[in-house]
């Protein structure tokens, strides 16, 4: 029998005018190599946060609109 991980799927939705929510506990590797696991990261969608890759509310401030 296999002792492979089940892996569970993420469910990705759109914020209007916000950020990504990943619903789920996904791993995430920054550019410098480092990996880290979340649970339910708010991804940002516009461009503007201060902490990529996650929403700061920055979204708000300048008006995103997508
Ligand atoms: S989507 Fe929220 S800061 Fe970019």
Redesign the pocket.
Known sequence: MSQEAKKEAVTIKLFKD??YLVEGVVNITTVDGETKEYTNP?L??????SNKPF?????KKIG?KG
């Open positions: 916000g950020p708010h940002c969608r516009c461009g503007g946060s929403c700061d509310g920055t979204h995103f």
